[in-house]
Each structure stands twice: as C-alpha cells, then as structure tokens.
C-alpha cells in the first residue's frame, strides 16, 4: 500500500501542515461560514465533534491509505488558520488526484487560494511524481474558477447536471439551505503548465472550490 508521508510545504506567505487537535475551534468556525456551506458539502451545522473526527480521525486515515492529504493553511507570521487544501481521489497507478480547498472569510481577498493549491500542487509533481491533477469547480462559483485560472490550469469541459451545491430558497436569507444540481466545470493542471508560474499566487478571490469534504 501506497501512503502519503506527513509533510510541511512553506511559502512566502503561508505554511501548509496536517491539522492538530489546537485546530479544531478555528476549522469548525471556517466550515460553519456560509460560502463554504453553499458550495461544499460539509454537514451543516458543523460542529466541534464533525471536525474532530475529520481531522483526528478520517483525515489521518485518508493519508495512510494513500487515497489523499488534507492540509492546514496557516499564516507563516501568525499561524492562524487561513484555510485546507484537501488533495484526494489519488489514483497511483495514473498519478492523478483531485483538489479542493477552502479559506476562511477574514484572508479573502489577499491571494491566499491560489498561493496554497498551487505550493500544494508544486508538492505533488515534484516530490510524489504525480502528473495530473483536477479541480473541479461549480458553474456559478466564478471565484474558485479565477482560482483555477491563475495557477495556470486548463478547462477541459463540463460535466452537465453532476454536482450538489447549497441555496437559501428565493433568496431568503434567513430560510433554510436547500440542495439544487449544479454542472461542474474541470480544470486540469500538469507538471509542465507550471512553467514559469513559480511564485504567481495572488488571485484576489479566495471561495470555497466544490470539494466533498467528508
């Protein structure tokens, strides 16, 4: 069996490491916001107990299997949280994996997305020798997209009617989240598109992608 080894990926910004149990007040906090309740599909409410057992639990087990690597994003100057980047769906035998990823609501804006998943990415090809990996984003969640665009990846189509995304039902704030189908638009990005894109992070618009977090 294949696994993953335990990894801090530093940036000139950011330190990507495995969550710790310290983690968990400030994940459960990002995961309860509402972008990320909208375009993932993390229980909701989410609570202390969900992320423990994601983080402790099923996180750990995701690594040792192989099957993929769930990172905290923190801030190099402060550690506080910024967000995940969350590599699954490996698949050895093609050297593919999916990302998704998460930020929480106070580093929006500041390029923090695109600087993660793309030192996650650089990771990926160089150390574990991988050769693809995708990003599949929700057709109206035009911020993963920049996201996507940024680090270089490529659109390679759309997968019509094949995900579940979250809306308030007319527009009702304060009514509950109902679930509506939603196309996926796939990106993809391979070793050689990261050519000359070293450094490149700033994106201005850090959304949750679409990603199955549990």
Known sequence: MTSFPEISINTERLVLRPYEEADIPAHTEMMNDESVVAWTS????????????????????????????????????????VGTVHLQRADWRIRS??????????????????????????????DQKFERLELRTAADNAASQQVAQRIGCVSEGVLRSAGLVRARPDGDSEGRWEEVRTDLIVWSLLPEDLDGLTGRASDGSDYAAYADWQ
């Open 42 to 81: 993390v229980p909701h409410p989410y609570s202390e107990a969900d992320s423990r057992t994601f983080l402790t639990e099923t996180a750990p087990a995701e690594r040792a299997s192989g099957r993929g690597v769930v990172l905290a994003v923190t801030e190099f100057l402060t550690q506080r949280l």
């Open 97 to 126: 994996a999916e990302a998704g990823y998460v930020i929480a609501p106070w580093a929006r804006g500041e390029g923090y997305a695109a600087e993660a998943v793309l030192a996650a990415a650089q990771w990926l090809f160089d």
